[in-house]
């Protein structure tokens, strides 16, 4: 039987049309246009079917989840903040705030470092020189997509991770200090652990270093990320710290 109105349509067929239409188009437009399609939109089916579709949870997913809508555009906007992490664009996103000795330098992972190194995606790193060298990005929330109710009333965790890794000649200190920051720029929360010291003939291995704020302030806008460092034994060219693969992601990660 031909149907004259949309809304005539069974629910499990309507909802299952609300799944092909952007999220956002969802709530701004949609859920405007009368109280059914409201109260479908609302519907904790629709986001969970929406998750499904996108690849956001499997089908035997079992993980409470406290609202499926928010859940929903916290998988779709994530991905990793910082921009050009590993050094494929130069400095480019960079803001050099300390350039000393002989500067920072972009280098190459060598064929055998490549294999040390847990992601072979990753191809280039950052080095740092004789003097301090120190270089920052700063993450603005709403330019990504995190609007400023999403950000105070859910406060995801927001995690950080940075890679570094000394010379097996030469000795280094790396540094690393990351800042949620309020519209004025303002600190609400801080993770700057005590420099790291690698000694000279060390095994150079690349380290993680990670952190997640959670339970911050309402309030954040930005995200201040640093990190850098020295040699030890003030040689001329870079055998400072090697950085690379830095990253700052907010909410539940891709299964």
């Not at 570094?164 to 200190?173: E, L, M, Y």
């Not at 997640?212 to 990320?225: D, E, H, K, L, M």
């Amino acid at each position: 039987m031909a149907v004259g109105n949309i809304n005539e349509l069974p629910e499990n067929i309507l909802l299952e049309l609300f799944t092909h239409v952007p999220a956002r188009h969802l709530l701004l437009h949609c859920r405007l246009v009368c109280s059914l399609w409201r109260d479908l939109i609302d519907l904790v089916t629709l986001w969970k079917r929406k998750c499904l579709r996108e690849g956001f949870i499997t089908e035997d997913w079992d993980q409470p989840v406290a609202d499926w809508k928010i859940f929903y555009f916290l998988r779709s906007l994530h991905r990793n903040l910082l921009h050009n992490p590993c050094a494929e664009e130069g400095f480019e996103f960079w803001s050099l705030d300390v350039n000393g000795g002989d500067e920072w330098k972009v280098e190459d992972l060598s064929r055998d470092q490549r294999k040390e190194f847990p992601n072979d995606q990753v191809k280039k790193y950052f080095v740092t020189s004789y003097y301090t060298c120190l270089k920052s990005q700063v993450v603005d929330l709403k330019a990504e997509g995190y609007w400023e109710e999403l950000m105070d009333t859910t406060r995801p965790d927001i995690k950080v991770k940075d890679w570094f890794a000394a010379r097996p000649d030469c000795g280094c200190k790396y540094q690393l200090c990351v800042q949620l920051l309020s519209s004025a720029h303002a600190p609400l929360g801080t993770f700057q652990p005590d420099p790291a010291t690698i000694q000279q003939k060390s095994d150079a291995k690349w380290r993680e270093v990670s952190h997640t704020f959670s339970n911050y302030p309402p309030g954040v806008r930005y995200i201040w990320f640093q990190h850098g460092g020295v040699d030890t034994h003030y040689w001329a060219g870079w055998y400072g710290p090697r950085v690379t693969n830095s990253s700052i992601t907010i909410g539940p990660p891709l299964p």
